[in-house]
């Protein structure tokens, strides 16, 4: 009897070690078990009713980044606002921001008619985001978003957002191919987050099918997201105005808010 009792406990035990060692698989901060929990999400990613076609053609290949968790884990706005606006609200920026202001005027004044959010706001995040679409980030985003989805600091969020990701392509917005963004898995011109686009994504004649990698779509697609956080048309933008909060909702860091308001300040004037 006592030598059942030994195994009973034995084998209690190695069930509870499997289901730790389970639940340690399930996430990681290196490259050590990053291909098994891949094969098991993409049946999650079936599961939630993503494609197996689509499943293979977005994942099939994708490895660990290391960068991408490096940059998550020294990533923040410890500057001071003077210094971070000075470094990124540059005279060439305001300078370039003005050109593409004149540039785009047609599709900045049917945007501003539909959702009230005037061009300079939106030039602003343009030009710190992406330099006016001249970098639109080099990173392959379900590489990017899967090594994020694995790691155990944030791992549903970026489940979630992998998903997301993989139903853009689902829909035909775009293919896997095009989708190189940011490290954190941004996407596009103004750099949205997969969730964001779905939710907010439309062409500048304010219709569906919006493909974010070109200016006016984007453009179109970032005001809709900050109308649908409250921007009030008319109002102004500065810290303490009524549309300062939905620049948070864009970026949470005030640092970075702050900026985008002052670059705007600078596109507004003459």
């Not at 929990?37 to 099939?60: C, E, H, M, T, Y």
């Not at 540039?103 to 030039?123: H, M, N, S, T």
């Not at 997301?164 to 750099?191: F, H, N, S, Y």
């Not at 569906?208 to 070109?214: D, E, P, Q, R, S």
């Amino acid at each position: 009897m006592r030598g059942y009792v030994v195994r009973l406990l034995l084998a209690i035990a190695a069930a509870a070690f499997g289901v730790v060692s389970a639940r340690a698989a399930d996430c990681g901060d290196s490259a050590d078990g990053f291909n098994e929990w891949l094969a098991s999400f993409k049946q999650v990613a079936i599961r939630d009713g993503v494609s197996p076609q689509v499943v293979d053609a977005a994942l099939n290949g994708v490895a660990y980044q290391p960068a991408v968790s490096a940059h998550d884990r020294s990533q923040g706005f410890g500057q001071s606002f003077a210094v971070f606006s000075a470094r990124h609200a540059t005279p060439a920026l305001i300078k370039k921001g003005k050109t593409m202001l004149l540039a785009y005027a047609e599709p900045f004044q049917k945007i501003e008619q539909r959702y009230g959010v005037p061009a300079p706001v939106l030039a602003a995040i343009w030009g710190l985001e992406t330099g006016y679409g001249g970098d639109l980030g080099a990173y392959p985003t379900f590489g990017a978003l899967a090594t994020l989805a694995y790691d155990c600091r944030r791992a549903e969020i970026y489940r979630a957002e992998l998903v997301d990701a993989l139903m853009i392509v689902q829909k035909g917005l775009l293919q896997p191919g095009q989708m190189r963004g940011a490290w954190a898995g941004e996407i596009g011109q103004t750099q949205f987050m997969p969730s964001a686009y779905l939710k907010y994504a439309v062409n500048v004649e304010g219709g569906g099918g919006a493909n974010l990698m070109t200016p006016a779509d984007a453009l179109a697609s970032t005001a809709n997201f900050l109308r649908g956080h409250g921007w009030q048309p008319g109002a102004g933008w500065d810290e303490g105005q009524p549309n300062f909060p939905a620049l948070l909702e864009w970026n949470s860091a005030p640092v970075y808010a702050k900026t985008i308001a002052l670059l705007a300040d600078k596109l507004a004037q003459p």
